[in-house]
């Protein structure tokens, strides 16, 4: 085993291709270099529709501060994933956040397949999604997010589901513009300062599934809790192909596809929801429903 100051040298120095989602430094070697990665209360999971979600009554909604107002958005290509960065003052709290406490809005990154069949980090009842997008929110109560990642209290990461329609989605136009911008990783790309957080939102976004988990990147800190919507992101077809476009270093090498971490165990976890399923199922549960129904290719909606 390497000394743990080797590896942070090698990290330093070669950031890029420490760890990656195919190969000799893929997710089933990820464990190497950061044991974190094999604890037991790791993301993404399968969401077990099938068994029955238990409602917590407790958890409320979120609040969402900001998330209308002017923040500085540039994005990144990092060689793992489009990465937009956020510099204002946009905050979660509440829904049952440890503590009720404020969470920062630091950035927003996303997973995609290298088609429409999958892509997705989370799934429901063994089905993906072909995108999904993560908000990462750290706790205001420590001082940068460096800091908070390694705090079981740290980090408020909310996901959404990408599905495909048949209209362009005009809240992503600046961001899919941007993206034929980055192609390379280390590339950047300030958004129109006009382009609002909330414009990456889908029209709802009351309901969630909550559980604790972790990064589903190295070092897979155990510091996350989770809220995935039921409500969808809403894509075309060609807005998500762009994403495909993106190279893991550049043109010479390969695209960015696929960049999702495998399922991991539940152990023993409990996962929750802030809405009663079966009071509101035809509402509250008809996108995840409907999400199954993509995924096994029936074209029906519950
Ligand atoms: C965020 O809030 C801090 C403190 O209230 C303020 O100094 C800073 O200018 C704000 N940043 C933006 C981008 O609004
Ligand atoms: C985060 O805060 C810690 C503690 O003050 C500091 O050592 C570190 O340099 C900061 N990291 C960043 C990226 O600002
Ligand atoms: C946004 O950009 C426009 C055009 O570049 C500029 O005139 C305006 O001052 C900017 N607004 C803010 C809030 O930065
Ligand atoms: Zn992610």
Redesign the pocket.
């Given at each position: 085993m390497l000394p743990h100051v080797a590896v942070c040298l090698l990290v330093l120095a070669v950031p890029i291709a420490s760890w990656s989602y195919k190969g000799d430094d893929g997710p089933q070697h990820w464990a190497g270099h950061f044991p974190t990665c094999a604890h037991h209360h790791q993301s993404p999971i399968n969401i077990p529709l099938k068994k029955g979600l238990h409602h917590d009554t407790s958890l409320g909604h979120l609040d969402f501060h900001g998330y209308a107002s002017n923040?500085?958005l540039k994005l990144w290509n990092n060689g793992h994933t489009a990465k937009i960065v956020i510099?204002?003052?946009a905050s979660v709290s509440g829904g049952g956040l440890p503590h009720g406490g404020k969470y920062w809005a630091s950035q927003i990154h996303f997973h995609w397949g290298k088609d429409d069949k999958m892509g997705s980090e989370h799934a429901v009842n063994e089905n993906k999604m072909p995108l999904e997008m993560h908000v990462v929110h750290y706790n205001s109560k420590y001082e940068n997010i460096s800091v908070a990642m390694h705090e079981p209290d740290g980090l408020a990461v909310l996901a959404f589901f990408g599905e495909i329609v048949e209209h362009d989605n005009e809240g992503f136009a600046a961001l899919i513009s941007a993206l034929q911008k980055v192609k390379n990783a280390h590339d950047g790309q300030q958004l129109p300062n006009s382009t609002l957080l909330s414009g990456f939102m889908p029209k709802e976004h009351n309901k969630f599934i909550r559980y604790k988990g972790s990064l589903t990147t190295p070092p897979c800190s155990e510091s996350v809790t989770w809220s995935i919507f039921t409500d969808h992101i809403l894509l075309s077809k060609s807005q998500v192909a762009e994403f495909r476009k993106l190279y893991v270093t550049d043109s010479t090498g390969d695209h960015l596809v696929d960049n999702f971490r495998p399922l991991q165990q539940l152990h023993e976890r409990h996962v929750t929801t802030n809405f009663k399923p079966s009071e509101n199922s035809a509402t509250a549960l008809a996108p995840l429903y409907a999400l199954v129904a993509f995924s096994i290719g029936l074209k029906v909606w519950v």
């Open positions: 923040v500085a510099d204002g003052n």
